[in-house]
């Protein structure tokens, strides 16, 4: 017979097309198994114990910048006007900060309407009062 693919019984032979979704479902089956192996132990977080603590504990300090050029140390003003581009009085708070405990943080957190330019100068004076531990919030 023309056209025929397999013998006269009905005999088809090997069948790939089903064979491939087998091993589609099974490699789909692994994945997402594989997914929930996830092990949490990578997160080393002191848990709070009954002990009492040898390390003092950090209090950070804050630098606000407002948008008309005025810095606070915690709520207190410590820059002058615009044009006070050294920030004697923050730099002298700083610096004697840094010489207490050198590692206490030090958060900078200008509004968003603050000058670049202010920001700028906060960081020199952080600079020239050797603060280890910087960052914006």
Known sequence: MGGSVGEADGDFGFQIA???????????????????????GFLKIALPSGAESTSAVKVPIVIDIDPSANVSVNKEPKGGGKNDHDLAELTEYLTRAMESSPEDPVIVRPSMDALHERVIDVLNSCRKARVKNLSFG
């Open 18 to 40: 089903p064979m491939v979704d087998v091993v589609f479902v099974l490699l789909l089956f692994f994945m997402a198994c594989a997914g929930q192996n996830i092990t949490e």
